[in-house]
T-cell receptor
Framework: AQSVTQPDIHITVSEGASLELRCNYSYGATPYLFWYVQSPGQGLQLLLKYFSGDTLVQGIKGFEAEFKRSQSSFNLRKPSVHWSDAAEYFCAVAPSGGYQKVTFGIGTKLQVIP | DTAVSQTPKYLVTQMGNDKSIKCEQNLGHDTMYWYKQDSKKFLKIMFSYNNKELIINETVPNRFSPKSPDKAHLNLHINSLELGDSAVYFC???????????FGQGTRLTVV
């Protein structure tokens, strides 16, 4: 079965600084990979996804993520963080091929300080 | 126009009661899900339906029973509520299982 590790439970960055949130997965083949964001009191919103092709994927709100097969990683990045980016970020993985369960990481809480 | 809507948003009830949470999606998706998010924000799938058929049924007490009257609706009924059932329950939908999902706003269930 697949698994997802988000090693950072809580990250604090200054507004305007760059951001990288880490995600490592465990799965035998190339999986489907996702990043979701959850603002307080809200449901999850998809930031970006990787299914195949270009390993650098662009998402909404200026986020991007890079799939690195050799490191089993799918880290999320943003060059300049805004105060409104403060939220919980979830990495998720599903086996490719459809009809499969999505497994979520435990989430990374991002705090943005002025 | 909300894509995935679930009601109620908040639900406070006593132990032993039976309650239902309703979910509707207007995205035309074939797959719907129920997730449970605990107090530590851990998100775990409970059920998944594809074209009204149950395709994922995780290890969930049989007090929890999903019902999908049609592809646009997936309701969750919970019998004999326990304190440990307190959590936020999210409904979601996707075009196919295992692809990107759209989530509802969540239902915060508190059992007292």
């Amino acid at each position: 079965a697949q698994s997802v590790t988000q090693p950072d439970i809580h990250i604090t960055v200054s507004e305007g600084a760059s951001l990288e949130l880490r995600c490592n997965y465990s799965y035998g083949a190339t999986p489907y990979l996702f990043w979701y964001v959850q603002s307080p009191g809200q449901g999850l919103q998809l930031l970006l996804k990787y299914f195949s092709g270009d390993t650098l994927v662009q998402g909404i709100k200026g986020f991007e993520a890079e799939f690195k097969r050799s490191q089993s990683s799918f880290n999320l990045r943003k060059p300049s963080v805004h105060w409104s980016d403060a939220a919980e970020y979830f990495c998720a993985v599903a086996p490719s091929g459809g009809y499969q369960k999505v497994t979520f990481g435990i989430g990374t809480k991002l705090q943005v300080i002025p | 126009d909300t894509a995935v809507s679930q009601t109620p948003k908040y639900l406070v009830t006593q132990m032993g009661n039976d309650k239902s949470i309703k979910c509707e999606q207007n995205l035309g998706h074939d797959t719907m899900y129920w997730y449970k998010q605990d107090s530590k924000k851990f998100l775990k799938i409970m059920f998944s339906y594809n074209n009204k058929e149950l395709i994922i049924n995780e290890t969930v007490p049989n007090r929890f029973s999903p019902k999908s009257p049609d592809k646009a609706h997936l309701n969750l009924h919970i019998n004999s509520l326990e304190l440990g059932d307190s959590a936020v329950y999210f409904c979601a939908s996707s075009q196919d299982p295992g692809t990107e999902a759209f989530f509802g706003q969540g239902t915060r269930l508190t059992v007292v």
